[in-house]
């Protein structure tokens, strides 16, 4: 009976639910539709209408076109040369009339154009007069500032010159300031003693896994799977004793 297995879902074939020739009778179906064939060629000699290649525009309906009333621009004719050509704003200058009705207007003046200067009068620029500097004590009838000079530095006998080798400030030692002053107690650190140490290894804390330890806590049963059997192995029998 091992060897007589029965078909698989694969050998049974329902009625399709596709289309209507073969439906299955027990499924509610939609409406069919089918293409019909390309006509012959022949009928293109019969009926040469011509198809949906017709441009209607949107404004076009059957009670006419819709639409506001469209106006064109029309072009400048040209002037004859005997007709009259009447002046534009810009061709009058009421600025240039004269004056009307006692009209009153401020007093207008005209730019003459510069005379030559005569030969016998020499008399000289502005920027030919030089004036006296005021820097210095240089123009006697003008107060002015008291002024100094600087002399140089002399070589032998002058200030700079130290004859008796006095010493500076920078030659004399600051004394500690804890001398001579109240101060707060100073202390001192000694260095680090080695104790006596054991020699064996200790674990660290990362050598422990705590999260692996489940026996005190609560758990969900877990299964393992097993290797699958053969289906032609005889079961063990046992006798049992009564």
Known sequence: MCMLLGPGPGRYSLPTTIGFVGHDFTKPSSPAYSFHSRMSSSMYFIDSSPGPQYHIDGKMTRFGRDGVPAFTMQGRSRGSVGTFQTPGPGAYSPEAAPPL??????????????????????????????????????????????????????????????????????????????????????????????????????????????????????????????????????????????
């Open 101 to 242: 009705n006692n009209h009153q207007r401020p007093p207008s003046y005209t730019m003459g154009s510069r005379t030559r200067y005569r030969s016998v009068d020499a008399v000289p620029a502005p920027n030919r007069y030089t004036l006296p500097a005021l820097m210095g004590c240089q123009v006697p009838n003008k107060s002015n500032s008291a002024s100094y000079t600087i002399a140089g530095r002399c070589r032998s006998g002058g200030p700079s010159e130290d004859l008796a080798q006095t010493p500076g400030p920078g030659k004399y030692n600051r004394p500690d300031p804890g001398v001579y002053l109240p101060r707060q107690p100073a202390y001192s650190m000694l260095g680090r003693h080695s104790g006596p140490r054991d020699g064996t290894q200790k674990p660290g804390p990362g050598a422990y896994s705590p999260e692996r330890v489940m026996s005190h806590k609560r758990r969900s049963p877990s299964y393992s799977m097993g290797i699958r059997h053969s289906e032609f192995v005889t079961p063990l029998v046992v006798d049992l004793l009564d």
